[in-house]
């Protein structure tokens, strides 16, 4: 198993940028894919952005050319830079790792953004 913990949220004016970071512990040399998911109030939880152990990436339509996932394998880090930020990007930020055919969540790191 893993327990991840997120950080890095905060209260954000539109065009801001903010940068989340999600520390993974455990079984972290077992961990496959790592990515970051959001959820707004009355919204289903919806892919952000993913990254393969390889480093590869694929984002949200939404979030292309704004966001950028990354990670260290070797620290079990997965980080999520947000630049450009928009009202409707308002919502919790949960930071996802599988490894085994499983997913595990952390609790979430709230985002606003806001004048």
């Known amino acids: 198993q893993v327990q991840l913990v997120e950080s890095g949220g905060g209260l954000v004016q539109p065009g801001g940028s903010l940068r989340l970071s999600c520390a993974a512990s455990?079984?972290?040399?077992?961990?496959?894919?790592m990515g970051w998911y959001r959820q707004a109030v009355r919204k289903q939880r919806e892919l952000v952005a993913a990254?393969?152990?390889?480093?590869?990436?694929n984002y949200a339509d939404s979030v292309k050319g704004r966001f950028t996932i990354s990670r260290d394998n070797a620290k079990g880090t997965v980080y999520l830079q947000m630049n450009s930020l928009k009202p409707e990007d308002t919502a919790v930020y949960y930071c996802?790792?599988?490894?085994w055919g499983s997913g595990f969540w952390g609790q979430g790191t709230q985002v606003t953004v806001s004048s």
């Open positions: 996802n790792a599988k490894l």
């Open positions: 990254i393969s152990s390889a480093g590869n990436t």
């Open positions: 455990g079984s972290i040399a077992s961990i496959t894919a």
